[in-house]
């Protein structure tokens, strides 16, 4: 008796243990602190083929949020997609100028998106 149960709980953990190395984990972007350079070895996929959903913009004055669409961020091993918000316009600003990668020399530097 003793042995089939060490026997049934060796098989659960046999299959169990591939199962649980296939799980979906979730990939956690952070923004690049300011002035960092983020660099990729290669260029960023095109945007995904799903039309981004823009939700209504945060209560406030009129043209007080910009909606930043989502954009590809490199988290050191890939590409991944980090889906667009709203921003709050600072004061004396004309227009929102969106994060993009720059090409250079084979490698893919990344531009924060800034105001000007």
Sequence with gaps: MRFSKFLLMSLIAGF???????????????????????????????????????????AGAPGAWVWQPGHWRWNGREYVWHPGEYA????????????HWDERGGQWFYVEGHWA
């Design 16 to 58: 169990a243990l591939p199962i649980a190395g296939c799980v979906e984990r979730e990939v956690v972007v952070q923004r690049p602190a300011q002035g960092a350079v983020i660099v990729a070895p290669k260029p960023p996929p095109p945007p995904p083929q799903a039309v981004e959903y823009v939700p209504p913009p945060p």
């Design 88 to 99: 709050q316009r600072p004061a004396h600003v004309e227009r929102w100028i969106p994060p």
